[in-house]
């Protein structure tokens, strides 16, 4: 399973890598936009997010 975020969706999703599935982890409404890199594009989860949920 692969996780990311989406600049335009404004949600943190995960995609399932052997189905390619996209699973909404957490949508994020009020994130700042204005162009290039900002918002949520760089965030990162932990390697063992399934178990310590951090990000």
């Known amino acids: 399973m692969s996780s990311g975020s989406e600049c335009v969706g404004k949600s943190i999703?995960?995609?399932?890598?052997?189905?390619?599935e996209r699973l909404n982890v957490m949508p994020m409404?009020?994130?700042h936009?204005?162009?290039s890199q900002d918002?949520?594009?760089g965030m990162a989860f932990d390697p063992n997010?399934?178990?310590t949920n951090y990000i």
Not at 13 to 20: A, G, K, P, Y
């Open 13 to 20: 999703t995960r995609i399932d890598l052997n189905s390619w």
């Open 29 to 31: 409404p009020d994130v």
């Open 33 to 35: 936009q204005s162009g």
């Open 39 to 41: 918002g949520l594009l």
């Open 49 to 51: 997010f399934n178990n």
